[in-house]
């Protein structure tokens, strides 16, 4: 059974910096693509970044690929999204999942965490 739960959101200052954690279990090389997306209340989901389970670069969008960096633990039981630079516009619900393609697509993950929520206030 695969599960995922981010931690680290939290509220912070425009231009400040947060680090989100995904923790999952169950991953293996049938999904073994880590994504992070962005949810902000009436809008579809965002696909910000994917990455492989076992490290190599990650595949961005084009808004944070300058601001944000994902990785993984050499356990491969963790991922971290370091955000910088953040702006209001960077609020929202922020989601980890794991899939089987390196896609920025929020049809290719069939499993989720809960979400943690970041604000950035300016």
């Known amino acids: 059974q695969v599960q995922l739960t981010e931690s680290g959101g939290g509220s912070v200052q425009a231009g400040g910096s947060l680090r989100l954690t995904c923790v999952h279990r169950g991953v293996t090389h049938r999904n073994p693509y880590i994504g992070w997306f962005r949810q902000v209340p009436g809008k579809e989901r965002e696909p910000l970044v994917v990455m492989y389970l076992g490290g190599g670069g990650g595949l961005y969008a084009d808004s944070v690929k300058d601001r944000f960096r994902a990785s993984q633990d050499r356990d491969m039981q963790k991922g971290f999204l370091q955000m910088n630079s953040l702006t209001p516009e960077d609020s929202g619900t922020y989601y980890c999942?794991?899939?089987?393609?390196?896609?920025?697509?929020?049809?290719?993950?069939?499993?989720w965490g809960q979400g943690t929520q970041v604000t950035v206030s300016s």
């Open positions: 999942a794991a899939g089987e393609r390196r896609a920025l697509s929020v049809s290719e993950f069939p499993y």
